[in-house]
T-cell receptor, first 112, second 115 residues
Framework: AQSVTQLDSHVSVSEGTPVLLRCNYS??????LFWYVQHPNKGLQLLLK??????LVKGINGFEAEFKKSETSFHLTKPSAHMSDAAEYFC??????????FGAGTQVVVTP | DAEITQSPRHKITETGRQVTLACHQT?????MFWYRQDLGHGLRLIHY???????NKGEVSDGYSVSRSNTEDLPLTLESAASSQTSVYFC??????????????FGPGTRLTVL
């Protein structure tokens, strides 16, 4: 069985400051991990994915995430937040058959 | 461009009615999935299919059914709608091969209200 825990339901940051969204996972084997973003009233868009290659993964819009097996973590970061980053972010783990398990989501608010 | 579409985008129905939500993808993907999104739960898997005539139950399948008669479509049916099925429904598809590593492409969602 596998599961995902997003440690913060809401994160508020000022524009231009770093963003950190925390995710811990549980999996009985080496997982594939994803971060998806959902802007208001929109579908989901892939930010980045980890599939057992490099542990530091770069995604779109300046986001990156680091896979740490010893800590079972896959935290998402961005050095400088933009107003357009306001959205909900989901950490997701996949089994080998492509079934996804979603975290509960982190709502990001960016203030001017 | 390839895409995945859902219809209707918004639906209001009454308790006990049968409702079908459509999902159509032009990616030619083998794998298709239905999720529901509720506050505080992220997305939860309802049903999924790995190819024509293949269907499988997900985490929250009670009260829902799907059928896969071609590659492009996976309609989701609520046999007898209940207020607990008020939610936003997302369809997704992904390629065959290393399924666990493949990105899922999501439709825009259907907002269903059951009164």
């Amino acid at each position: 069985a596998q599961s995902v825990t997003q440690l913060d339901s809401h994160v508020s940051v000022s524009e231009g400051t770093p963003v950190l969204l925390r995710c811990n996972y549980s999996s009985s084997y080496s997982p594939s991990l994803f971060w998806y973003v959902q802007h208001p009233n929109k579908g989901l868009q892939l930010l980045l994915k980890y599939t057992s290659a490099a542990t530091l993964v770069k995604g779109i819009n300046g986001f990156e995430a680091e896979f740490k097996k010893s800590e079972t973590s896959f935290h998402l970061t961005k050095p400088s937040a933009h107003m357009s980053d306001a959205a909900e972010y989901f950490c997701v783990v996949s089994d080998s058959w492509g079934k996804l398990q979603f975290g509960a989501g982190t709502q990001v608010v960016v203030t001017p | 461009d390839a895409e995945i579409t859902q219809s209707p985008r918004h639906k209001i129905t009454e308790t006990g009615r049968q409702v079908t939500l459509a999902c159509h993808q032009t990616w030619n993907h083998n794998n298709m999935f239905w999720y529901r999104q509720d506050l505080g739960h992220g997305l939860r898997l309802i049903h999924y299919s790995y190819g024509v005539h293949d269907t499988n139950k997900g985490e929250v399948s009670d009260g829902y059914s799907v059928s896969r008669s071609n590659t492009e479509d996976l309609p989701l049916t609520l046999e007898s709608a209940a207020s607990s099925q008020t939610s936003v429904y997302f369809c997704a598809s992904s390629d065959l091969g290393l399924a666990g590593e493949n990105e899922q492409f999501f439709g825009p969602g259907t907002r269903l209200t059951v009164l």
